[in-house]
């Protein structure tokens, strides 16, 4: 196909008058880069290249070396080899991607970057003509599809979880309540024999099956009620956090002679209402698992790298046995020598989806006998 005779006039104005360049340039969207690849030094950004960074266009200097130093260093390398594989055979290997820039203000700029390679007379690669387009919105919009991907898979493997632990969990005490209930039924059920001490013990046990499940069912309700609100963090004072705590949990604090010894405490961003009960859930475990003699639990924070703050709740209880470490943190799931001790097995379940949603870790370590650590991370600077 011919070229129109409009085109061949404009590009004969782009020859003659260097206005219609600037109109040209100014009103489209994409920076334009004109690069010397013979010394791959010079390069000639228009100002629309620079504006897409916050720049104006007496700001940057005319060398890749700007470019260089302020693409993210992990794009860097994959440009490079483009660059390279293009000069090399521009017909097959075009030059485009998608790589990140910080802008000006600190923020990532992300832009499709697109080259065409300009040879010499002798077939030599001398030039790369390119432009950028500033797609930053499309790539956060990308960003936030996958991360609503992720949380709706997690959302479907609590959901399996959930069905599992129905199905598996409720069994004992629903086999219970309707073993029972047949053998109340065919020895008591036409009337003609009253209920006497054997049948009481029957139907007793048929209200502990019903009782249990309940407490099932409302546990499962109490980790699935666990949502995120990390819009309402605030700064946490830990002193009154623990002091809520310790306040809440006296009595069994004086039953069992417990000493709760506290360090540093420093402050962290979450939601006051979560943050309490992942203390809360803590502590009560080590009350709660404590061995013959009165439990001593040392808590205290420390800032480590990386804007966090590390929390260690420390007891000297009958710990966990290595092959049940990392099962701890699943629903129900009942270590080893935990059996004969009151509770669910959710609460260690609840405080890690809780750390979780703040954008924490939890861990534990742990020799039986010796007692139990766990580490807790939040966010020590504002989310």
């Not at 004969?12 to 360049?21: E, G, I, K, M, T």
Request: net charge negative.
């Amino acid at each position: 196909m011919t070229d129109h005779y409009l085109k061949t006039e404009l590009l004969a104005l782009l020859q003659q008058d260097p206005r219609v360049f600037r109109f040209l340039d100014e009103g489209v969207l994409d920076g334009i880069f004109y690069l010397n690849a013979e010394t791959f030094e010079d390069e000639w950004y228009s100002p629309q290249f620079k504006a897409l960074f916050g720049y104006e266009d007496d700001e940057i200097g005319n060398t890749t070396q700007w470019w260089q130093d302020n693409i993210f260093s992990e794009d860097l390398e994959r440009v490079m080899k483009n660059y390279e594989a293009h000069l090399a055979d521009p017909d097959n290997v075009p030059y485009e991607q998608t790589v990140r820039y910080r802008h000006k203000d600190g923020s990532t700029v992300w832009v499709r970057c697109r080259g065409l390679v300009i040879k010499n007379e002798e077939g030599v690669p001398v030039r790369l003509l390119g432009a950028h387009t500033d797609v930053s919105d499309i790539a956060r919009t990308e960003e936030t599809l996958a991360a609503k991907v992720v949380a709706l898979e997690q959302a479907n493997r609590e959901l399996e979880q959930f069905a599992y632990l129905a199905s598996h969990d409720l069994q004992e005490p629903l086999r219970m309540v309707a073993s029972f209930s047949k053998m109340i039924s065919d020895i008591y059920g036409d009337g003609n024999k009253p209920l006497d001490e054997q049948g009481q013990k029957w139907l007793g046990y048929m209200c502990e099956g019903a009782q249990r499940m309940q407490k099932l069912i409302n546990s499962l309700l109490a980790l699935s009620r666990i949502k995120d609100q990390t819009r309402e963090m605030e700064l946490i004072d830990m002193s009154e956090v623990m002091g809520e705590i310790v306040t809440d949990l006296a009595v069994r604090i004086h039953e069992k002679n417990a000493k709760i010894l506290t360090g540093n405490l420093p402050a962290f961003y979450g939601v006051h209402s979560q943050v309490r009960q992942v203390f809360q859930n803590l502590l009560s475990n080590a009350l709660k698992f404590n061995g013959d003699d009165p439990p001593v639990v040392r808590i205290r924070g420390d800032e480590i790298e990386g804007g966090m703050v590390q929390y260690t709740v420390q007891d000297e209880g009958i710990g966990i046995p290595q092959h049940d470490r990392g099962k701890v943190f699943d629903a129900f799931y009942r270590a080893r020598g935990s059996k004969n001790v009151a509770g669910s097995g959710i609460g260690l379940s609840i405080t890690k989806k809780i750390v979780t949603l703040h954008g924490g870790t939890i861990r534990c370590e742990s020799e039986p006998g010796h007692g139990t650590t766990f580490f807790v991370t939040f966010k020590a600077t504002a989310p």
